[in-house]
């Protein structure tokens, strides 16, 4: 058997999540703590000042809760991999687990990437169910406000998500109703995450990320930008380059299956990604999760 660790990224998130770790991984924990000045554990499972929906927020909140879930899953006697990837946020847990950084430094780089990215206003998302990718792609490219709209994750043969100004949203629905979508659904976020928009707080983060040293993966982790395993020497190029392009999370999962990988196992909140492995998987690709 070959299995794959996947960690979940933003809109995973729900309150309550984490209540098994935090004491077993006090350590963890505090550390959190330190470097967020914050308390993790009120916001996880109480999110008093319903915190836990805002990406400055969300973000380090789920890179703490994957991260813990991962330990304990080793801790309980889990079989080691032979790849790891993260949907988006979820790719630093990947870099974690394959030891390209520590768990500190790895949630130094996520509060400042979900403050960045939370900073970003302007533009929206819709996922578009029903449709295929390269159907998608033509509806887009059929219009002036198509062509400013980027497909943001693709996500399964059957989920993809556009992204770009709210405007242009709005005009290409009824193109693609026209078109036969089951839905089109726009989605309540505050920015065109992985698109174009993106450039400037991608600009930014490979500014930050440049002040740290990065050591070379101890296990192949599929990146969301290039579907492929990182490059040993270019794991800080590769990261940078991340929050302004595709999530391309349904060639990572054909690439995974054409390794050979039998199993996926999901560590952290939820089970968006094992629901889109079942969907893959239906159509004809992909490993069973």
Sequence with gaps: MSIAYLFPGQGSQTK????????????????????????????????????????????PALYVVNAMTWRAFIDDGGAAPAFVAGHSLGE???????????????????????????????GGMAAVIGLEPAAIAAVLDASDAGRRLDIANFNSF?????AGPKDDITAVADAFEAAGVRAFIPLNVSAPFHSRYMRQPM????????????RAPVMPVISNVTAEPYAADLVRETLARQIGNSVRWLDSMLFLSGQGVTTLEELGPGSVLKKLAAQIRKKGGGVKA
């Design 16 to 59: 309550g999540m984490g209540a098994a770790l935090f004491e077993r991984y006090a350590d963890w924990t505090a550390e959190a703590e330190a470097v967020l000045g914050y308390s993790i554990v009120e916001l996880c499972l109480e999110d008093p000042r319903n915190e836990l929906g805002q990406t400055a927020f969300t973000q």
């Design 92 to 122: 630093y847990n990947a870099l974690l687990a394959a030891g390209c950084f520590d768990f500190g430094t790895g949630l130094r780089l996520v509060q400042r990437r979900g403050a960045m990215m939370g900073e970003v206003r302007g």
């Design 158 to 162: 059957d989920q993809t998500v556009i």
């Design 203 to 214: 600009e930014g983060c490979a500014a930050f990320l440049a002040d740290y040293t990065f």
